[in-house]
């Protein structure tokens, strides 16, 4: 994926309860879930949703109500950010990222072991 998906804090919100439920939703549905984070109004939820199949990251299609189901996986979304990130910020130097995490306090002794494992290992297919 070449370029980053750019979406904002509360359209990742309504991305977080599609990805969670794992099938398409209504808007009812999801303003539903969303409740507990946010007391969002109707319009508001539509209007997310809507910016979100504009920007292709959601799906709409008509059963006995509109449903709404992700593009986009979470995993796609977390490595097309984690890549702009480092392009950014780090001058696309992973090497850069972590190091900074190392000084910053970012990574726990656990963290550290299994970097190193992953290292080790060539890092491969980790989740």
């Known amino acids: 994926m070449s370029t980053a998906l750019k979406i904002t804090d509360a359209e990742l919100e309504v991305m977080r309860v599609l990805w969670s439920e794992g099938k398409p939703m209504t808007s009812a549905e999801i303003r539903d879930q969303l409740q507990d984070k946010a007391k969002w109004e109707k319009s508001t939820v539509l209007t997310l949703i809507r910016r979100l199949v ?21 995993k796609e979304y977390q490595d097309s950010r984690t890549r702009k990130l480092i392009d950014t910020l780090y001058d696309g130097s992973v090497r850069n990222l972590v190091v900074a995490l190392c000084h910053h306090g970012g990574l726990t002794p656990e963290d550290r072991e299994e970097l190193q494992k992953l290292l080790e290992r060539g890092l491969g297919d980790h989740a």
């Open 54 to 74: 504009e920007k292709r990251m959601v799906s709409c299609r008509k059963l006995e109500h509109l449903q709404y189901a992700p593009l986009v996986s979470k």
